[in-house]
């Protein structure tokens, strides 16, 4: 037995020993800390989110001069930093609040990052950013789209994803234009998972509707993780609104749309709020079933050869899938922050805090199609835009509007299966 | 809209019917030996991958696929008595919980491994496509879940009231020691047990996979309501598993539509709560 206590002290103190052995020989690395859904519920996005991180850290460490203005592309590792790499460490958050709210704190008091990205769930970007702000350590979003997440005075917290409103109006405007079409838009209907992304985004929704004198007459709240959605979809069969928009995670979306077609219900237009309709895994599944949703979108994969088209290219080759939008503003997000760090030429938080709030990024220099980043007062990308797209196909979002960013002209009605 | 109601109740038959087969296996474990199995809703989830490749590989449906299921797991089962149950049985009970919680996350972090996080569904018609009666829409694939969850809970009975099989598990489950003094062997009985229990639970797991998405964590999202159906219907009673997961069923079908989906669950659990208050033994449980 004692002998066991020494064995367990030397190799405690041998763990410790490697562990601060390490630490000294990666002075030249900067860590991000990078929070997101790698099991759970959410995991498929959170995995493609990982991949999309690691697409960003092979661009940035690596000498990519393909990529054309793409900032840190040219050369390998930071310039202003000498040229050191990046690494990302990654942390689950279950799709726990929780938890990512510990992963939080391990990663900032453990690991040492410098700052951290993440958590896809906006109710989880709500707590892992709480911590980054008490201690000081900047924090980027890519992708939460939350309006509250900006609202909350926080000084250390970066948001490049376009937020709920500026979504509410897209849609807006887009069903005007469908409307001045022939398309019914009078009756809408919103569907929504119950956690802090579908709560905000449908209550952002429904406001921005009401001041533009269009009322929402159905409003659906469920859980996101439930095991049956019939009576919901029952419940839209009876209404029959003209309009019906989903704000749903993926294993809820895949249910509603295996459900519709069980129970034979369309409606004449559906839309969906990203997040689980934008998630390969449910096009590859269910895709065939929902012809002809709209979504929105601020990415496209773009002509073969350009830059976007060589990072989808090595992107595939670590996810196995076409880079989609969720996973494109996670990676958008992640060089926004490598950018700030660079230009910081330092990893203090204060210096990097002060380079983010610089930050003047062109369209020709992102990855999506924003008209650019720039923060405002309150960590808000003010440049950011999006575009609808559709699923036509069943296998392929295409860009449908706005007009002189389409494609395709939309098609109507939902086609469904 | 009575149409409507009457489909309303039709989908809260057919979903509680596959409640209840899904904690048919629990309930006997339950009722077997007192051992409360975690890792239940993963012996789902693996019965819906089984399905999965036995579909992808040989491009059958679950007239193979749930037989397949049944086999693979029933082998996994024992191996799961031998290899863990039986020497957590001899500890305390917290030893128990958290030797089936171990196993339910290491049986869905190594599919997770495997196969990733991707969801993955079954081809819609598999089971053949949805009927139309009088206007009630009536899934196949769910109508063929709820014919095999009454087989099953009908089989597992009449095992348990009328073979000798049935009465020699139920001697062990009663007193372990006087049905040894019979020339009983505990062991064999209860792997026996054990490997009808998953057996059933990968019959269910390749059903459910027909009309549900596929995903490692499934078996989280599954495994709450399985609890909540055995202890309704009584530790041990499969014919209560039943009734119990119709009855949930129902319930949670009328008042997501009525009150709405938010309020479902505080409807069901407030019930639940209120008929344990009553009848603590459940709906057909021995009290």
């Known amino acids: 037995m004692r002998f066991k206590h020494v064995l367990g002290l030397i190799c405690a103190a041998s763990i410790a020993v490697a562990l601060t052995g390490t630490a000294s020989a990666q002075d030249k690395t900067v860590k991000i800390g990078a929070i997101y859904p790698l099991s759970g519920n959410a995991a498929s996005a959170g995995v493609h989110g990982k991949a999309a991180i690691e697409t960003a850290i092979d661009i940035i460490n690596n000498a990519h001069p393909e990529l054309g203005n793409l900032p840190l592309a040219k050369n390998a590792g930071l310039a202003g930093l000498g040229g050191a790499k990046v690494e990302a460490i990654f942390a689950d958050n279950q799709g726990s609040p929780a938890v990512g709210q510990n992963q939080a704190l391990r990663l900032i008091t453990e690991e040492k990052v410098v700052a951290l990205s993440g958590a896809y769930q906006s109710g989880i970007t709500l707590t892992t950013s709480a911590i980054s702000e008490k201690y000081g350590i900047p924090y980027v979003n890519g992708e939460s789209v939350a309006a509250s997440l900006t609202e909350r005075g926080f000084k250390w917290f970066f948001r490049v994803t376009p937020v709920a409103s500026d979504f509410a109006k897209i849609y807006l405007d887009f069903l005007k234009d469908m409307k001045a079409a022939g398309a019914k838009t009078d009756n809408i209907a919103i569907v929504h998972e119950n956690t802090e992304y579908g709560t905000s985004v449908a209550s952002v929704i429904t406001s921005v509707f009401k001041e533009n004198g269009l009322s929402i007459a159905q409003d659906i709240a469920y859980s996101a993780n439930t095991t049956d959605v019939q009576s919901q979809v029952l419940q839209l069969k009876d209404k029959k609104p003209d309009v019906v928009i989903m704000v749903s995670y993926t294993s809820d979306a895949i249910l509603y749309v295996k459900t519709m077609q069980a129970l034979d219900y369309k409606p004449p237009l559906m839309m969906a709020d990203n997040a689980g309709f934008s998630d390969p895994s449910l096009i590859k599944t269910v895709g065939k079933l929902a012809q002809g949703i709209f979504n929105r979108s601020s990415f496209s994969i773009g002509p073969p050869g350009s830059p976007t088209f060589l990072i989808n290219e090595i992107y595939k080759k670590k996810s196995g899938d076409d880079l989609d939008d969720t996973a494109a503003r996670i990676m958008q997000g992640f060089f926004v922050l490598c950018d700030a760090i660079d230009r910081a030429g330092s990893t203090e938080p204060d210096k990097i805090q002060t380079a983010l709030k610089a930050t003047d990024l062109k369209p020709d220099q992102l990855i999506m199609g924003y008209r650019g980043v720039k923060f405002d007062d309150k960590g808000q990308n003010v440049l950011a835009s999006g575009l609808v797209i559709q699923l036509q196909d069943g296998e392929n979002y295409i860009p449908v509007w706005p007009k002189d960013r389409a494609k395709t002209a939309p098609v109507l009605p939902y086609k469904g299966w | ?287």
Not at chain 2, 32 to 58: P, Q, R
Not at chain 2, 123 to 139: A, S
């Open chain 2, 1 to 287: 809209m009575s149409s409507i109601l009457v489909q309303v109740i039709v989908g809260g038959l057919l979903l509680g019917a596959v409640y209840a087969l899904f904690s048919s296996g629990l309930t006997l474990i339950w009722g077997m030996m007192n051992i409360v199995n975690f890792a239940h809703g993963d012996f789902v989830m693996l019965g819906m991958y089984v399905a999965f490749v036995v579909w992808t590989l040989l491009g059958v449906g679950p007239f193979l696929g749930a037989p397949i299921a049944a086999l693979v797991l029933a082998t996994l089962g024992i191996i799961v008595y031998f290899g863990l149950i039986r020497s957590v049985m001899k500890g305390p009970m917290l030893a128990q919980i958290l030797g089936t919680f171990g196993l339910a996350l290491l049986l869905r972090y190594s599919v997770f491994w495997g196969f990733g996080a991707n969801f993955m569904t079954l081809p819609e018609n598999l089971v053949g496509g949805t009927y139309d009666v009088l206007g009630i829409r009536i899934q196949a694939s769910r109508l063929l879940a709820g014919v095999v969850a009454l087989l099953v809970t009908l089989g597992l009975h009449l095992l348990l009231t009328r073979t000798s099989l049935g009465s020699k598990m139920l001697a062990v489950a009663e007193d372990s020691t006087a049905a040894q003094l019979m020339g009983i062997r505990p062991d064999t009985m209860q792997a026996i047990a054990w490997a009808i229990a998953a057996g059933a639970t990968g019959i269910a797991g390749a059903l459910i996979a027909t009309f549900f998405y596929i995903a490692p964590t499934v078996g989280e999202t599954l495994g709450i309501v399985a609890f909540v159906t055995v202890s309704l219907g009584g530790f041990g009673s499969v014919p209560g598993a039943l009734v119990a997961g119709l009855l949930i069923g129902v319930i949670e079908s009328v008042s997501a539509y009525w009150i709405g989906a938010v309020y479902k669950d505080i409807v069901v659990y407030s019930l639940f709560l209120c008929f344990l208050w009553f009848r603590p033994q459940g709906l057909m449980g021995k009290s």
